[in-house]
């Protein structure tokens, strides 16, 4: 008792808490299963890792910020048909992040945009990877208050240090000349140095006029595009899957003007 005590001791000053915790019970399944001494201390050490496994991905799920922990295995492939399953498959094999490309989702809204990016990032917190969330309006408030209060560089460091940033809702304001030069600085700061997921409703031939300037919105596309994985999806809704079932008339998205261009890309470059 003594010895079993003093080994729970021993255990728990090296940090391996989990395994003394754990140890009146493995050491009577090791009796019940009669195993040998390697493979208690195996077992046990394996129920250390992956606790320790365990922690580490919650703890970097809660610093992604990510809006919710939806999975892509939760995604309705059926609803939304014009997506091609075999290229979310292919993404969710992070090959793309080890290369350092990009993923576009763009589409109107609903229609899961946001979802697939998540359904991604958690494949790649899981991988041991790390993750950061943020909308572009959130993005942008962040950046410049930073600025503001002289912490930008301090700042700057938790957009560019995750090996996958998740930039949500793009298209839903119009930028300033000094939110817009921001968020040029940011995409050339990961540009082949790290990946970008990003969603957005607008096609790129409008990105001039979202960021109230054709050069750098330009310049901006010039470099997400060079290494990206392009998902267009044309499909209704999930907020209004419901409602569709009920009977309530809706316009699909293919009737929506401009849609048909949506992953056209900036016709005129103007320069860098």
Known sequence: MVE????RSLLSELGLNTASELLDAKLEDAMHKNSTYLSFLSELLEAEIQEKKRRSEETRIKLSRLPHRKTLEEFDFGFQPSIDVRQIRALSTLAFVARKENVIFLG?????????????????????????????????????????QEKLARRWRVYTRPDILIIDEVGYMQLDRASAELFFRLICARY?????????????????????????????????????????IRGESYRLKNRIKGGVKVVPPADIPGLDNMARG??????D
């Open 4 to 7: 079993l005590e003093h080994t």
């Open 108 to 148: 109107p809204p609903g229609v899961g945009k946001t979802h697939l990016a998540v359904g991604i990032a958690m494949q790649a917190l899981k991988s041991g990877m790390t993750v950061y969330y943020a909308s572009l309006a959130h993005l942008i408030s962040d950046l410049k208050k930073a600025n503001l």
């Open 192 to 232: 082949e140095n790290g990946s970008i997921i990003l969603t957005s409703n607008k096609y790129f031939g409008d990105w001039g006029e979202l960021m109230n300037d054709t050069v750098i919105a330009t310049a901006m596309l010039d470099r997400l595009l060079h290494h990206a994985h392009i998902i267009n």
């Open 266 to 271: 900036v016709q005129t470059k103007t320069g």
